[in-house]
């Protein structure tokens, strides 16, 4: 089986730069359109499928984006894998702004979002315990080294609703919880890709301190812009570095089985189901139903 990868792109990563064989594909889905058209091609002989995450030119703050749609358009699209590139604050001394954090576990404290393709009528319940494929995580730490950049492997993202950042007490709850570092956009994005049985992983590009260090600034638009333009350079190098890892890299399935974690997720008895639902959701979960 080969990689066709879906990478979801963040505050500061717009486009893809380097793609060959490019075509632009407008997508609607049971759930509406994702944030923006999605851009196909090739790098180092890998498929991609491109989706900037706020829209062009950023038009979608965080709590207004179409996360349902966004994952159902990259399944729709026949990617085998998501990652997901995002900007993010430091809730650690250590993670200083420029260092890139290999994430492995979130906090949803995200409050608006629907965070389900499931609904009355057809209802599931996956696991999350494990958030992101081990595999594809480790993968993408190894891009992004090779790409030059500092990489922290594992870390707890703490997903906030925003589009506000926090409060001085709420960065330091956050910091008593055990948090690595803080964002908007991870969740219920994480959640949706494991409904769509689409192994995951995300780089968290750290670009402030968030509010709880006093000894900085309290974080704010133009000290975030400052860094991100130099994290979005390395990222857009990491994400060639990782289309070339796996362009001869026989892909197997996802050592967590994410591929299957639809198997005994769906509870709903086969004659309670309502057949509108299900035909909705045959985008994202046609294997099983």
């Known amino acids: 089986m ?4 879906g990478i979801i792109g963040g505050s ?5 730069p380097g793609l060959e064989n490019i075509r632009k594909q407008a997508v609607e889905t049971p759930w509406g359109a994702p944030s923006g058209e999605l851009t196909l091609g090739t790098l180092a002989g890998t498929e991609l499928v491109f989706l900037p995450r706020h829209g062009p030119g950023h038009r979608l703050p965080p709590n207004h984006i179409n996360f349902r749609a966004n994952i159902a358009a990259l399944k729709m699209a026949g990617c085998t894998d998501i990652v997901s590139i995002s900007a993010c604050g430091s809730l650690k001394e250590e993670l200083h702004p420029g260092r890139f954090v290999a994430v492995d576990q979130y906090i949803d404290r995200t ?24 595999r594809l995580a480790g993968l993408a730490a190894d891009a992004a080294e090779a790409a030059g950049a500092p990489v922290t492997r594992g870390g707890t993202y703490l997903a906030m609703e925003g589009p506000q950042f926090s409060s001085r007490a709420e960065s330091a709850l956050y910091r008593s919880w055990g948090c690595d570092v803080i964002g908007m956009t991870n969740m219920p994005e994480a959640r949706l890709a ?7 992983a995300s780089i968290a590009m750290v670009t402030d301190y968030d509010s709880w260090n006093e ?8 000290a975030v812009l400052a860094v991100m333009a130099q ?6 190098t990491s994400i060639a570095r990782l289309a070339e890892m796996v362009s001869d890299m026989d892909r197997t399935p996802s ?5 299957t974690a639809l198997d005994t997720a769906i509870i709903t008895a086969p004659h309670a189901r309502d057949p509108v639902l299900v035909e909705k959701l045959r985008a994202i979960a046609g294997r099983v139903l």
Do not use: M
């Open 12 to 16: 500061g990563l717009y486009d893809l």
């Open 111 to 134: 409050t608006s979002r629907v965070n389900s393709f499931f609904e009355a009528g057809c209802a599931a319940h996956v696991s999350v315990a494990e958030p992101v494929c081990s």
């Open 194 to 200: 494991r409904e769509a049985e689409l192994p995951y």
């Open 2 to 5: 080969i990689w066709k990868l």
């Open 215 to 222: 000894k900085e600034a309290a974080v704010d638009v133009p």
């Open 231 to 236: 994290n979005s350079r390395i990222a857009r």
């Open 255 to 259: 050592p967590q089985g994410i591929e």
